[in-house]
């Protein structure tokens, strides 16, 4: 398994469908009302198949330099999933997407896992610039991005549609600058 270590409990891994599918869907069903409140993907994740049909799309991506994909291993066992959604040319810039497992929620894994990506993406995608975008309601994913050292550049109106509607978006920046004097 190709894994980075962040640190004792969490670590990165490239994910291996095959084998990663049912722990990653397992993860997605019993969190399926959590998530659905942020995220509009895990309707169509209807069985192991589905995720595994994205895993091998999201190691497609990576393989073509387009996005970077990641399980997250908290001592060693799937918590969620965090990836760089996209590369951007125009700016050097990328952007950090997330979501962990309901039972894993409230341990700190998120915020090193974000720290983790920061690392990567600034020493060896070498982006000059890491976004997180949140909905405001999102209380805990602005948390993650408030204490991983990001910025909050603003509010984007109707940034984003969930099942209930459109919600308005912050964005959350973080800079190779801010990353290098802290």
Known sequence: MFQYKIDEEVSLALPR????AKAIYDLIDDSRKELSQWLMWPVDMKNVADEERALVRNLEHFGKGDS???IILFN???AGVISFNRFRKLDNST????WLATKFVGKGIMQRAVTGMCELGFNDYQVNKIEIHTAV???R???VAEKAGFHLDGLIRANERLEDGYHDGYIWTLLKSDWDNN
């Open 17 to 20: 469908p095959k084998i990663d």
């Open 68 to 70: 970077v994909t990641t």
């Open 76 to 78: 060693e066992q799937p």
């Open 95 to 98: 952007e950090i997407g997330y």
């Open 137 to 139: 309601e999102n209380a």
């Open 141 to 143: 994913s602005n948390r």
